[in-house]
């Protein structure tokens, strides 16, 4: 009987992990046409658009600036690297990564979009094919429309690589 | 088109290219990543663990983090689970998924500062529910370190572990018909066929696609990479055969081995 409750017990806590292991880099890279980064190439990086209007002005190099009805917009591409161990050489645990983004203080004034995602505190996927080793470019804006006041704006955005 | 079902099996998938090695004549290049240049980043491992529990199991998990940038960082940990909605995988915080396993989650230590070069280790411990509605979960160091530099936004990295979980050995993987998409000047001949996972657990489907001339004869084969589906996960596997073909009639055979067993479709096609 007491036998019968030990493997029950075993039976409960089993668990069996796979063995082999997939290490996972994440990287922000300079795109060659967009903003240069500060601390490009590696996993915290910052970017500075100086300051700029909505009319007239000039924007740093690899920005673009457009003007619609009733906001602008400034954008530009950079670049991500997620990459996976170099010991693995056999795909057989993971042959791709989803990117996810997020912001993390809320803006209800302004529009924050990465890839055509519109960026929340909560995350979104930016890619859920991502390639690894490729440096992959993602497009980057922030829409500041007209009614908004001349003041800094500055966030952080959070990106998470999880290995599909 | 003539459809061999070997063993039944579950199976789906999202428009992707599967990446492809050809064989012959090249024998089995299995797609041997280039070597990656060393990047000041952030290094998680494991990336991906496959568990294979039972309900109301606990399993505890060793997962290390290395800086191998030159500035400090802080980490965080948090759990999601991995959920399916509309064919995509969505992050769900912890507690927020009926029948949910992140809710479990006790990380020891919950948050980790990591000094340049340096390594710690995180131990997950996680819980399966009595009746568990999910199959994965995400244990993500959660990067609060920005890049002390004069922008005005700010980019932090995180990366997470995948902890997929197979409960049982019903595996559901079902494979559409094949299609053809005939090589031009421009274009290979590629393959494709729709992946679905119908089933409750998590698989890991991989193939390989098998050119045969009308009288059957060998032409070429293409090993699919593998391609993880988690329930109700869908997913496009196009393959793509690089070398040409003369005109003449021929056969696609496409196999998908899985933890459910093997399914083999075939199609014919003509090359003019």
């Not at chain 1, 924050?112 to 930016?126: D, E, G, P, Q, R």
């Not at chain 2, 689970?81 to 396993?101: K, L, N, S, Y």
């Amino acid at each position: 009987m007491r036998r019968s409750w030990l493997v029950l017990i075993a039976l409960l806590f089993w668990s069996r992990p796979a063995s082999a292991q997939v290490t996972l880099t994440i990287a922000f890279v300079s795109d060659p046409s967009g903003i240069t980064l500060s601390g490009s190439g590696t996993s915290s990086a910052s970017l500075s658009f100086g300051t700029v209007q909505a009319f007239g002005g000039t924007v740093p190099s690899g920005v673009t600036k457009s003007v619609a009805g009733n906001s602008w917009t400034l954008s530009t591409p950079f670049d991500v690297l997620v990459q996976k161990g170099a010991l693995d050489v056999i795909d057989l645990l993971s042959t791709s990564y989803t990117l996810t983004a997020r912001l993390q203080a809320a803006d209800i004034q302004d529009t924050w979009k990465f890839n055509s995602v519109v960026l929340s505190t909560t995350a979104a996927t930016i890619t859920a094919t991502g390639i690894y080793g490729s440096t992959t470019s993602y497009g980057f804006s922030l829409t500041v429309p007209f009614s908004a006041s001349a003041a800094a704006i500055s966030n952080t955005i959070n990106f998470t690589a999880v290995a599909n | 088109m003539q459809k061999t079902l070997i063993c039944m099996s579950t199976l789906l998938l999202s428009g992707i290219l599967c990446r492809a090695s050809d064989f012959p004549p090249k024998p089995e290049q299995q797609s041997a990543p280039a070597p990656q240049a060393q990047v000041p980043s952030l290094a998680l491992s494991p990336a991906v663990i496959m568990v294979k529990a039972s309900p109301s199991a606990s399993s505890a998990h060793v997962l290390t983090i290395t800086n191998l940038t030159n500035t400090r960082f802080r980490f965080v940990l948090e759990a999601f689970d991995v959920v399916i909605r509309d064919g995509q995988r969505v992050f769900v915080p912890a507690g927020e998924t009926e029948g949910g396993i992140a809710r479990s989650a006790i990380f020891d230590p919950p948050a980790v500062d990591l000094n340049p070069g340096a390594s710690a280790q995180v131990k997950v411990t996680l819980t399966v529910p009595l009746d568990p509605k999910v199959r994965a979960v995400a244990a993500i160091f959660h990067g609060l370190t920005a890049f002390a530099g004069k922008g005005n936004l700010l980019f932090t990295g995180s990366l997470g572990t995948l902890i997929t979980y197979n409960l049982s050995d019903k595996v559901d993987v079902r494979v559409g018909a094949p299609t053809v998409n005939p090589q031009t000047e421009r274009s290979n001949l590629t393959i494709s066929e729709q992946l679905e996972n119908a089933g409750r657990e998590p698989a890991v489907p991989k193939g390989t696609l098998a050119i045969l001339r009308g009288t059957g004869e060998l032409v070429g084969r293409v090993a699919i990479q593998p391609h993880r589906l988690l329930p109700g996960e869908k997913f496009n596997c196009a393959v793509e055969y690089s070398h040409n073909l003369r005109p003449g009639k021929y056969r696609a055979m496409v196999s998908f081995v899985h933890e459910g067993g093997l399914q083999t479709n075939s199609v014919e096609f003509q090359i003019q």
